[in-house]
């Protein structure tokens, strides 16, 4: 398969599986209304469903806002009745915070729900956290006009995961894009095969996490890497030759140098039978590696694993640590055919707060030092480097790319398809409130494997249009051309507006 | 090896209901009754719970609601809302924000530490302690599990002078003398407090407490009277009166003394010492430009204890002050320079209000620290500051329960502790002595960002 001729699956609806989605503006009618339907044909957004006694603003998340008052089809301007009122939703403040603003949120629900970017006034590029990816923008050439259409259908967004010029197989994805390893057990099995499933869909990979390899995946083997983490909870051999990439973990950007540990709550009889432990009792996923002292060792492993599957590529995902550039040579020269640096700003399912704030460094951060230190070491085209922890859109995905990245690996932004609320309580309790982490067998029940799988194509197609948007902005035929190209960059602290020729974006 | 520090903690319930981020706006106009949100949806049974607080009429759904927006979104007839609570805002200020607070309500209700899912949620990074992170080490140190505890990680620390070599006789005898030291098992003492309500129960609580850590409170000489007294051997007196009136015998009682810096803090430390030649004297001197020559001078002249302090917003005294943490880095780098660094105690305090602040200013040079407000803060305080006006305390910390506070302080410093045992346990350092300036193991936004951002939008 050579991903110039892989074809994209399409995009289907994906409404909220809540009644009442959330969005930015709240449209109210009032008893003045006649109910004479005008607002439901004036408005293209589909924001009205006819109702008995009055329309009804099911869909007000989908609304412009008093923006639209430019519009001839504004409704509030236009109803005979002036019964429409169109206001801030008094909720939308309390959504998120700094890295996920509410309105990043309700930005990539739309793409999971429609498969394009938001109409609506909606910043869902950035987060408001003052710095990195938020205070970095791309540098586009001014329009020049002839943009023809169609002219970026061309562009290509795949990129070769084995650059080693090994024997093991290439391996192509069609988008610079995998999804990160959550555990069965972290999430739901309906939550784990929407991912797998939609990785499958698109030609990518999704890991397992380090919680086993439950069977219900075993229909999408070659879309999965599987992981190797410090506790092993779930390796075996079957599973590692059962894949195309394996994964050595020895950190997680949120809790770097700290272990994993699952709460007993969430250690159902099928999560401890995955992980051959005890239901009800809680796991720890050690720190580090008990077997790995040097980068000696760390090759051992490898070996090991390429000794077991002969095809396999292996994966090595690290954390951010002052000399993270050391450890990415390591990894080269233990033979790894991919790195991942996962930041300090990635996700977990659960992780004290002092590790997710103060350890390691963030990815905008670790991933210009790793690109440069191998591109000085002469070795950086013969490793693929794949950045994690903290990118939560196209736009950082671009910008990480440009800084030097091959590809990404996401987590979050997955969840947040899923209509994960980032409430910050996937820890406790039952697990997640919406169905998303957790293994009760009820709240497992809220979420529809098909719709959680087209969730998660329809965003992904989103991000893959915006790349490609960049990219032919930028005058470039592939992604591969962005690799390191900071000079497309601007940081807002270090260069004004007048300063540079183009838009920045 | 010294028997392994463990600070015991239990649950020491709130007085107060919490104040939340958030809190519920629900229309009861129009309610269908269908008690959708009470049967189905909230999953913390929080509706269930529902519960009015009489003192403050606060009403449980705020505090018990975990945002899932569950309710909000299912509602039949939109009718529930949540929005921002404005005295959550109103809590502290800029420095003592009300996640600060929070968290250390938090903390001290319950002795464990803050954990959470999903990825971190806040700014990038900040101004003071928030410009830095620290290490970690992927694979090549000892093994270590952090809280979880398989190799002991020490947060001991020692005050006092120390020696920088031994002399012997000629019968193998030590003959050079070694100055009294102190160990502490948690690097930090409790400081005076900036502004608190009148009375004893306050510094009843940081003494209580300071015994229970094997720790210090440091306790003004003026405001020692027949209860506090009781306490001497916990605490550290700052003489800020007549030195002559602290006769020999209540010295004896003590383990450490603080002198303020002022013309001659020699002269007083060679009085203490000539009375009670056990006695550690510590010289308090705020921090500012000038206080790294003024510490070489010091040190030089046989201070043993420096306590370095900054105002309650970590900043020196000046026009234009630095935050202590920059500070600390000058004076200990300048110690270091002249190799006397490690001669005498550093100890930083002023601004420091989370755990990892004291992981932070130990990096920059400190040995310790000391701590005021958060104390405050574990026993329900607001940072309001009504007490400096004289108005009174709205939660009533003048006649705060004494034993329930030292619990309330004891909890929060476990906290605190395992903290620093996972930042510790992540940088593969075994000892809370080791950390003392390791910058190398920290990574100072400065550095990054002109090493990475400011090259951005230039070509080669």
Redesign the interface.
């Known amino acids: 398969m050579t991903a110039n001729h892989f074809h994209f699956p399409g995009i289907k609806k994906a409404p909220?599986r809540?009644?009442?989605?959330?969005g930015k503006y709240?449209v109210t009618i009032t008893k003045a209304c006649t109910n004479c339907g005008l607002c439901v044909d004036l408005c293209p957004y589909g924001v009205y469903r006819a109702g008995a006694k009055r329309p009804k603003a099911s869909c007000d998340h989908l609304c412009l806002g008093p923006s639209c008052s430019k519009n001839d089809f504004y409704c509030t301007e236009r109803c005979p009745e002036k019964a429409i009122r169109i206001l801030p939703?008094?909720?939308f403040?309390?959504?998120?915070?700094?890295?996920?603003p509410a309105e990043l949120l309700a930005g990539t629900w739309h793409m999971a729900e429609t498969g394009t970017v938001p109409h609506q006034d909606l910043n869902y590029k950035t987060g408001n956290?003052?710095?990195?990816f938020?205070?970095?923008r791309f540098?586009l050439p001014k329009k020049n006009g002839n943009g023809s259409p169609g002219a970026n259908e061309n562009i290509a967004t795949a990129i070769e995961l084995n650059r080693s010029g090994d024997i093991r197989p290439r391996v192509t994805i069609p988008v610079p894009l995998y999804l990160g390893g959550m555990s069965f057990g972290s999430v739901s099995i309906v939550t784990m095969l929407s991912r797998v499933r939609a990785a499958a869909a698109l030609g990518t990979f999704c890991c397992t996490g380090e919680g086993g390899y439950p069977e219900e995946l075993m229909d999408y083997d070659d879309h999965i890497i599987t992981q190797v983490a410090t506790g092993l909870f779930g390796v075996r051999e079957e599973t590692i030759r059962r894949v195309r990439i394996v994964e050595f973990k020895?950190?997680q950007?949120?809790k770097?140098?700290?272990?994993g540990h699952l709460l007993g709550d969430k250690v159902t009889p099928r999560v401890a039978q995955m992980r051959e432990a005890v239901a009800g009792s809680a796991l720890?996923s050690?720190?580090?590696?008990?077997s790995?002292?040097?980068?000696e060792?760390?090759k051992k492993h490898v070996d090991w694993i390429k000794e077991i599957n002969k095809k396999a590529l292996v994966s090595v995902k690290?954390?951010t640590?002052?000399d993270v550039d050391m450890?990415a040579v390591g990894s080269y020269y233990a033979g790894a055919h991919i790195v991942q640096l996962d930041g300090?700003?990635?996700?977990?399912?659960?992780?004290?707060?002092?590790?997710?704030?103060?350890?390691?460094?963030?990815i905008?951060?670790a991933l210009?030092?790793v690109h440069r230190f191998l591109l000085a070491e002469g070795i950086r085209d013969r490793i693929t480097i794949i950045a994690s922890?903290?990118i939560r859109s196209a736009y950082d995905m671009a910008k990480i790319i440009a800084m030097g990245a091959d590809g990404v690996c996401l987590g979050?932004a997955d969840l947040v398809a899923l209509e994960?609320?980032?409430?910050?309580?996937?820890?406790?309790?039952?697990g997640?409130?919406?169905g998303i982490?957790t293994t009760d067998g009820e709240?497992t029940n809220l979420m529809e494997l098909e719709w959680g799988t087209q969730r998660i194509i329809n965003m992904y197609s989103a991000w893959r249009a915006q790349l490609v948007h960049i990219l032919g902005r930028l005058g470039m035929r592939s992604v591969t051309e962005l690799v390191g190209r900071?000079?497309v960059?601007?940081?807002l602290?270090?260069?004004k507006q007048e300063?540079?020729e183009g838009e920045l974006d | 090896m010294p028997p392994k520090y463990h600070i015991e903690t239990s649950q020491a319930p709130n007085r107060f209901p919490k104040i939340t981020r958030s809190g519920i706006i629900a229309w009861e106009e129009g309610c269908l009754k269908c008690a959708r949100c009470v049967k189905k949806d909230c999953i913390y049974q929080v509706y269930e719970k529902r519960d009015l607080d009489d003192r403050q009429m606060l009403d449980s759904l705020d505090s018990a609601c975990m945002d899932c927006f569950r309710c909000v979104q299912n509602c039949p007839n939109r009718l529930i809302h949540k929005g921002l609570n404005p005295a959550y805002r109103a809590l502290g200020d800029h420095y003592w924000t009300p996640e600060i607070i929070s968290e250390l309500w938090f903390q001290a209700e319950s002795g464990r530490i803050p954990v959470s899912g999903a990825g971190y949620g806040g700014p990038f990074s900040g101004p003071g302690f928030d410009a830095m992170w620290t290490d970690m080490s992927e694979i090549v140190r000892p093994t270590r599990d952090g809280i979880h505890g398989r190799e002991y990680i020490s947060t001991t620390v020692d005050i006092g002078r120390k020696a920088m070599a031994l002399e012997f006789g000629p019968g193998g005898e030590i003959v050079s003398r070694t100055p009294p030291v102190v160990e502490i098992p948690l690097p930090v003492i409790f400081d005076m407090l900036p502004w608190a309500p009148p009375g004893d129960n306050i510094p009843l609580s940081f003494l209580y407490g300071a015994r229970a850590l094997g720790t210090f409170a440091i306790v003004r000489q003026s405001a020692i009277n027949p209860i506090i007294r009781e306490f001497l051997p916990y605490a550290i007196i700052y003489v800020d009166g007549d030195p002559g009136s602290l006769h020999a015998q209540m010295l004896r009682s003590l383990k450490i003394i603080e002198v303020p810096d002022g013309e001659d803090p020699i002269a007083l430390q060679k009085r203490f010492k000539s009375m009670h030649p056990e006695l550690v004297v510590m010289i308090r001197l705020r921090l500012s430009p000038g206080a790294r020559e003024r510490s070489l001078y010091l040190i030089e002249q046989g201070a043993e204890v420096l306590h370095l302090v900054a105002d309650e917003y970590g900043l020196e005294g000046g026009s234009d002050p630095l935050f202590i943490k920059e500070r600390m880095k000058d004076v200990h780098l300048h110690l270091v320079d002249r190799g006397v660094r490690d001669q005498v105690t550093l100890i930083g305090g002023g601004g420091i209000a989370m755990a990892e602040h004291m992981a932070k200013l130990i990096i920059c040079g400190a040995d310790a620290l000391s701590i005021d407000i958060p104390l405050l803060v574990s026993m329900e305080c607001r940072v309001c500051r009504r007490c400096k006006e004289g108005i009174s305390c709205p939660v009533g910390l003048d006649d705060v329960d004494p034993l329930w506070g030292s619990l309330r302080i004891r909890n929060l410093m476990a906290a605190w502790h395992s903290q620093l045992l996972e930042i510790l346990g992540a940088m593969g350092i075994r000892e809370a002595r080791r950390l003392r300036g390791e910058m190398g193991r920290a990574m100072f936004f400065e550095d990054l960002e002109k090493e990475i951002f400011a090259t951005m939008g230039k070509r080669g």
């Open positions: 909220s809540f009644r009442n989605a959330l709240r939703n008094p909720s403040e309390v959504l998120g915070d700094r890295r996920w956290s003052g710095g990195g938020d205070k970095i540098i020895y950190a950007g949120a770097p140098g700290l272990g720890f050690p720190f580090p590696f008990h790995v002292y040097s980068v060792d760390h690290v954390s640590p002052t450890v300090s700003y990635g996700g977990t399912g659960a992780a004290p707060d002092i590790a997710k704030k103060n350890i390691a460094m963030p905008e951060y210009p030092k922890g903290g979050t994960c609320i980032r409430c910050h309580h996937c820890e406790s309790g039952r997640c409130a919406r982490a709240l900071f000079d960059l601007a940081h602290d270090y260069i300063e540079v």
